[in-house]
């Protein structure tokens, strides 16, 4: 079955760009989008924004000033970039597949714990 | 913007015990809304999708109603293995997750 691994730095700098990757295994990564959520602590769930894998992207109206995304279909990758990154942006970042046909994201990955401190 | 709220934010009940939580969204999203029950450490998991549809492998103690702007979730006998976090999600217009209903055992 399809599975989702997130990786990147644990640490990020205020001010700085946060920048991570969720590598797609078990199946293609075509047909679908993909999309990155996160979870601050202590709060829900926020999504950020979802990716097709011809590179049609879409974000949250919040966060769309600082946020891009980008897929490799080679390496069944697709990455998340967030410049001038604050405290607030600490949490659990998740990537998980949306099932457009049918609703839902649906799996997600495990999640990593960025978190943005000097 | 679609703003969904969700009740109660969190919820005490009893093993056994009729569990529903309701969500509300600020427009009309036809059927389009999903479930989820997430547990601390581990990532969140579809329960339910198009407001009713249970995802294969959910047992069927879980249910979703509604359309339109409000929508129930429901567990018909509370089990230990329900403590967790759930949340509504629309995605008739981007995406949009509700607060979260901690539920707790009694």
């Known amino acids: 079955q399809v599975q989702l691994q997130e990786s990147g730095p644990g640490l990020v700098k205020p001010s700085e760009t946060l920048s991570l990757t969720c590598t797609v295994s078990g199946g293609s990564i075509s047909g679908y989008y993909w999309s990155w959520i996160r979870q601050p602590p202590g709060k829900g769930l926020e999504w950020i924004g979802d990716i097709y894998d011809s590179g049609y992207s879409k974000y949250n109206p919040s966060l769309k000033s600082r946020v891009t995304m980008s897929v490799d279909t080679s390496r069944s990758q697709f990455s998340l970039k967030m410049t001038s990154v604050t405290a607030a942006d600490t949490a659990v970042y998740y990537c998980a597949r949306y099932k457009w046909h049918s609703g839902g994201f649906d799996p997600w990955g495990q999640g990593t714990l960025v978190t943005v401190s000097a | 913007d679609i703003q969904m709220t969700q009740s109660p934010s969190s919820l005490s009940a009893s093993v056994g015990d009729r569990v529903t939580i309701t969500c509300q969204a600020s427009?009309?999203?036809?059927?389009?809304l999903s479930w989820y029950q997430h547990k601390p450490g581990k990532a969140p998991k579809l329960l339910i999708h198009?407001?009713?549809i249970l995802e294969v492998g959910v047992p069927s103690r879980f249910s979703g109603s509604g359309s339109g702007t409000d929508f129930t979730f429901t567990i018909s006998a509370l089990q230990p293995e329900d403590i967790a976090t759930y949340y509504c999600?629309?995605?008739?217009?981007?995406?949009?997750f509700g607060q979260g209903t901690k539920l707790e055992i009694k």
């Open positions: 999600q629309q995605y008739t217009d981007l995406h949009t």
């Open positions: 427009q009309d999203i036809r059927n389009y």
């Open positions: 198009d407001a009713s």
